[in-house]
């Protein structure tokens, strides 16, 4: 059965209203920045922290990926639209209340309506998955993100009991918290990026080792539980926690490793005639991956495992790494060659270049200055206000393609999905 166009103009729509929430997100990062510099009256720091991290991950990350998801299962089917609507309007709840009241009543209920709305969006992608891409290598991994979206929400549910508490066990409040969000980093996200661009590779009938991917799975759906000792090792630091996760990062690092080998020389062959641009995006995407897993293996360590969680700046930019990096870079590049946004004006260009160069120079100063923090060391001269400034690079940027995205042309028919082996 041939998947349908990728020229459904509704999915570019949807990215759009995605970019525009990252574009809010990343104008609300801006401000945290800001606020280490100079007081805004009558705004909360954490309360801008949490409507930044909420949006970031529900607005941008959810948003573009369901859209994936729903490009391969079958847009025909109106539930997706309304949907995706109804999430759009939570995550313009979520933005708000967090804002204004951080941790709330009101925003908790927002945020447990986006959870209910993403279980419909996992009954209803699931088996419409497994029936059109029954046989593709992509399958396991997609099926894998669906239910890692399921599991993380374990943690969210388990809040409730906690705060209910008298007091809360506020350690208990954190691993909740990490479990959520290890779930969803690197079970939703991962999982999620890697089966779209595995089923792109396929649908351009690229040379790819399904072999490996299989090995390549297996590793990873493990590895995924253990690696969750990560989080819980700052508060219960035992021997016995830190060999799991050592095995878990071991697995995840092999993982990785087997699905670049899958993939690379149908990468390869893909990035040779593109831009420098679009390149750049593949590499700093994929890199951030294979960075990601290096970094998870060095904290097997128990000493870097303990540096990891004691530096903020390392907490920050490591998810960074995997939400602007391994997540929103590759997800861009991935983008632009389904037909779903244009890289090719000049506004895009310059969009996608701000963008890229904010991730690198924040990134490169959030590790930098965390070292330094690490030997007790200065900071860096300036370091806030140098900070703000490469902050406001991914705003700006993100802006750019949310404005282009609108006036995508629909692609040729050489980049449209070719029809899949039974």
Known sequence: ?????????PARQWIQLALINLTVAALLGALMRYIFLWEVPGVEYRNIMHAHSHGAMLGWVYLVLFTGYVMLAGPERRAYTYLFWATQLTVVAIFVLFALQGYSTSSIMATSLHVVLSYVAVALLWPDLRRKLAGW????????????????TVGLWALGAIMASRP?????????????LHGQLNGWFMFGTLGLVVAY???QQLPLDRARLRQAFILLIISLLPTYGLAVAWAERHPAIYAVTALGVVLQLLGVVQWLRAVWPALRQLMAPLSPLLRGLWAFGIGSLA?????????AVPYVAIMSFTVRNYVIGFVHLITLGATTLTLLALLHQQGLISLQGRSARLGAWLLLAGFLLTELLLFLQGTMLWLDWSFIPAYHSILLLATLLLPTGALLLALRA??????STSSLPVEAAA
């Open 291 to 299: 960075f990601k897993a290096m970094v998870h293996a060095a904290v």
């Open 168 to 180: 809360p066990n506020m350690t208990l409040f954190y691993l909740a918290i990490q479990f959520f």
């Open 137 to 152: 290598a992509a399958l396991p991994y997609l099926l894998a993100g669906l239910g890692s979206i399921v599991l993380s």
């Open 406 to 411: 609108a006036r995508v042309e629909v692609p």
């Open 201 to 203: 590779l396929e649908k």
């Open 1 to 9: 059965m041939i998947s349908p166009p990728v020229s459904w103009p």
